[in-house]
């Protein structure tokens, strides 16, 4: 394989996905740049010769197929898929209807299983590539007014830990991105970041205070997404990329506090949990 790849990013037409196609492009990739309108993809980047635009809905396991068809029909391979688009539904689990929680696991968890699945075979098939999904540090701690993110994050990672096993024997590596708070459009009111439909009194006080903090810490959030951006196409362009790459100091601190606390939960009750073999073994 030569330096230059190709490049699948799925919610490639705003926040973060306009930083990762730009740092791809830059880095002499060539990139399929997908989204649920492609005329705000070119509306973006413009007609560049190593750029396709393509619509994807990532809920459609047809139009997931189509997209990788288009990509392999245009540059013959697909090197790296991005999983980036999603969206943020949050609330306190009891607000969060039935209905978002649905939708929210749809687009986060079962979106990208379907651009994942419409892939794999055209990356076995060259006994090579790099499937990189976006997870959050909302996939390795539960946090308040997030219960549906959470869990649509968590299952994200238990996902990307297990088809790495499945994956290897075919050339095919993974990595789980877990950014920390970053400027992008995660937290804009209506765009990426819905409230929740149902309103319980016992809660009202403390959703509307959390909301207004929320909104307020839009714009103000530490980390520089185009930082991120390059830094992804450097680890992606290891010889062996990680399974895992916290991106923000705040992810990392974090991951060091949950790792410090499940070994603190481990040995909390480590003489009881480790008495309850069987007498005979």
């Given at each position: 394989m030569?330096?230059?790849?190709?490049?699948?990013?799925?919610?490639?037409a705003r926040g973060m996905g306009v930083d990762i196609v730009n740092a791809a492009l830059?880095?002499?990739?060539?990139?399929?740049?997908?989204?649920?309108?492609?005329?705000?993809?070119?509306?973006?980047?413009?007609?560049?010769?190593?750029?396709?635009a393509v619509p994807l809905d990532i809920t459609d396991e047809g139009a997931a197929r189509m997209a990788v068809e288009a990509a392999v029909e245009r540059f013959g391979r697909i090197d790296v898929l991005v999983n980036n688009a999603g969206l943020f539904?949050?609330?306190?689990?009891?607000?969060?209807?039935?209905?978002?929680?649905?939708?929210?696991?749809?687009?986060?968890?079962?979106?990208?299983?379907?651009?994942t699945r419409a892939v794999l075979p055209v990356m076995?098939?060259?006994r090579s590539g790099q499937v990189v999904t976006f997870s959050s540090t909302a996939g390795l701690v539960g946090q308040e007014f997030v219960a549906a993110y959470c869990a649509s994050k968590f299952a994200l990672e238990g996902w990307m830990e297990s088809i790495r096993l499945d994956l290897a024997p075919y050339?095919?590596?993974t990595t789980i991105v877990e950014p920390g708070f970053f400027?992008?459009?995660?937290?804009?009111?209506?765009?990426?970041?819905?409230w929740p439909e149902l309103s319980i009194p016992d809660y009202a006080e403390r959703t509307a205070a959390t909301i207004e903090g929320w909104k307020g810490m839009n714009g103000k959030q530490g980390g520089d997404p185009a930082k991120l951006a390059a830094a992804l196409i450097t680890v992606i362009d290891r010889a062996e990329p990680p399974l895992r790459w916290l991106a923000g100091a705040?992810?990392?601190?974090?991951?060091?506090?949950?790792?410090?606390?499940?070994?603190?939960?481990?040995n909390a009750f480590r003489e009881l949990s480790t008495s309850l073999n069987h007498d005979d073994t």
């Open positions: 030569s330096d230059s790849k190709v490049w699948l990013i799925t919610g490639a830059a880095a002499g990739h060539s990139v399929v740049a997908t989204a649920r309108d492609a005329a705000r993809v070119t509306e973006v980047f413009g007609e560049q010769e190593n750029l396709l539904y949050a609330g306190f689990f009891e607000e969060i209807s039935p209905e978002q929680f649905r939708h929210q696991m749809d687009v986060n968890f079962f979106g990208p299983l379907n651009v076995r098939k060259q050339g095919i590596g400027r992008t459009e995660l937290l804009v009111e209506g765009s990426s970041t819905l705040d992810a990392v601190q974090t991951a060091e506090q949950k790792s410090d606390d499940l070994r603190a939960q481990a």
